[in-house]
């Protein structure tokens, strides 16, 4: 009878756990119905053991006492190393194990000051100057890919270790620069396009800590012209002299405007409109913050809303340029000179947002989410006379629910990573083409009628971008696996460069350069 009452609970607990996951439309939600129901069994399985064996109830509670120091002295074995992957579950490492961004060299010996060499990377070679490329779409044009990695395969140019952070790389000609953490450190880090060597690096004595995500850097620097300009997690943005690394000016971002930093740390990355760069507040307004890009004197700000994980952008909708931004409980539209609010729609919701909205046609934005949020599309009025719009949602749907990542458009249709699996919808009504392909909380970037994606565990992938079903191009294994690849790749023409928290690697990729012929560039 013990046994079976035993095995009854188990299936009670087992039941009620599969309900949870079932009911949960999300990876997070599933994880934590696992994980409660898991416990709840645990638990229960042993105070009726416990109860029902032989034995003193003083026996019986020196038997719990016991149980539970043992429980609690085993768990010092082992230390707890961030989620697993982007479904939220908790990975665990031995206690003694390296911990990872620790120990790695400081740069310190770096000689800052004296610019590199000029140098123009050979064949297909493009800038890609900051997140998600020039526009921030992660579209992009002038060259096309060959999908045939086995008889072209991509040549691997260098690999290197990284620090900590989730930022991508910005290249202009000879320099790649990302942010990572090294110890105590938060860095800008240059590294040369050619081989990989660091240049320079630039150093602020902070570190943003954050148990689900991971510590160091979110956002990905911008290169204009020949500045970089780069936003800390603690809200620390920097102005660098490209080819030297030297610092030009420093903003405390969120001290400054008296607001506290977002729990998972700032990962906008810089906004450059004319002789402005703009970054997003914190928890409380301003929400976008602007300062003369060549001193670094603040000009404006504005907005009132909480700041969320997106990046803004700036963009033509319903023929006016407005400053696009995917707040924590909104998503705004804001004149560029001033920061004022042009059109709102509320997005209420307390988990993060940091997909990139998208504009489609002339008057059209796509917003997409995960944690229950899904995806919407929205129409902008024209602007009456003070210069205001509104706002419709035309459709809402659960179809696409990115996490980290962001869609790409081709065509009448989006792409891109819903809850681990690639999906393609209709712009039209939202509505599912098909979802195949595990690859996982990656990130993807659009070229021609081609998806580059970053898959979780590190493999790079080709889809072809058509609503007729997922196909699966090509396949390489690109970074290791025992760690998240969260990072957006960059590739700059045909030049790739894919980075997690713990190493980069540059590929040259095989291109068209006709329908006819196939280049595949040799070192």
Known sequence: MRIVTILCLLVISIIATGIGWLHATEHFASTVATA?????????????????????????????????????????LFRYNGSFDGSSLPQFTWRWAPVKGEGLDDLSNLQSGAPADQWTPPGIYQDFPGYLGADRTGSLTGFTLETDWEKYPPQELWRIEMGLGWSGFAVKGRYAVTQEQRDALEMVTCYDFENGKPLWAHRNETRFSEGMGGDGPRATPQIDGDRVYA?????????????????????????????????????????????????????????????????????????????????????????????????????????????????RWPWPGTMPKPAQ????????????????????????????????????????????????SSACIFGDYAYGLDEGQFACINLENGDREWKDGRYGFGQN??????????????????????????????????????????????????????????????????????????????P
């Open 36 to 76: 409660i129901g898991a416990v709840i069994a645990l638990a229960v399985i042993a105070l009726w053991m416990v109860c029902q064996f032989g034995g003193s109830a003083k026996s019986k509670i020196v038997t719990v006492i016991a149980g539970a120091l043992a429980i609690g002295g085993s768990t010092q």
């Open 231 to 343: 936003f800390g997690a603690t809200g620390i943005l920097d102005c660098l002299e490209l080819a030297t690394g030297n610092l030009l000016w420093s903003r405390q971002v969120l001290v400054e405007n008296s607001t506290a930093n977002p729990m998972y740390g700032k990962s906008g990355s810089p906004l450059i409109v004319g002789d402005q760069v703009i970054v997003t507040g914190g928890e409380s307004g301003p929400l976008l913050i602007a300062y003369h890009k060549m001193t670094g004197e603040p000009l404006w700000k504005n907005g009132t809303d909480a700041a969320g994980f997106s990046t803004p952008v700036l963009a033509t909708v319903s023929g006016v340029k407005v400053i696009v931004s995917v707040n924590a409980k909104s998503v705004t539209g804001h004149d560029p000179k001033s920061g004022e609010e042009r059109w």
């Open 357 to 404: 909205p998208q504009i489609i046609g002339d008057d059209r934005v796509l917003v997409t989410a995960s944690y229950g949020l899904g995806s919407h599309l929205l129409k902008i009025g024209a602007p009456d006379p003070d210069g205001k719009s509104t706002v419709e949602e035309i459709w809402e749907s659960s179809r696409m629910k990115t996490k980290f």
């Open 445 to 522: 970037l659009l070229i021609g009628d081609v998806l580059l994606v970053q898959a979780e565990r590190g493999q790079v992938v080709l889809l072809r971008a058509t609503p007729d079903g997922h196909q699966e191009l090509a396949k390489m294994d690109a970074l290791r696996s025992d760690t998240k690849s969260w990072n957006t790749p960059t590739l700059a023409g045909s030049y790739l460069i894919v980075r997690n928290d713990v190493e980069a690697v540059c590929f040259r990729l095989p291109v068209k350069i006709s329908d006819e012929t196939t280049v595949r560039i040799q």
